[in-house]
């Protein structure tokens, strides 16, 4: 699948605020901005599919590799 487009940020940084939220964790520019140079080579469909996961399943909040982590166990 195709890699994030900068569209697709938008939406990225909503997901990203949501579960910040639910952790009770600091979010702000400059972790919106780590985050997007780490997952902006997934697909929209990948990051969706992981963060729909890790919103009911995870007890913190995910790292980058998470949201790879289980993307690709939607591949298998």
């Not at 940084?13 to 520019?29: D, F, K, M, P, Q």
């Not at 790292?63 to 591949?75: L, M, N, Q, S, V």
């Amino acid at each position: 699948m195709a890699a994030m487009e900068e569209a697709d940020r938008k939406h990225v940084g909503e997901v990203l605020r949501e579960l910040s939220a639910v952790h009770r964790v600091t979010y702000n520019a400059l972790i919106e901005k780590a985050y997007w140079a780490a997952l902006k080579d997934m697909s929209i469909a990948d990051f969706d599919h992981a963060a729909a996961h890790l919103r009911k399943y995870s007890e913190w909040m995910p790292k980058p590799a998470h949201f790879y982590i289980e993307a690709r166990k939607g591949w298998v």
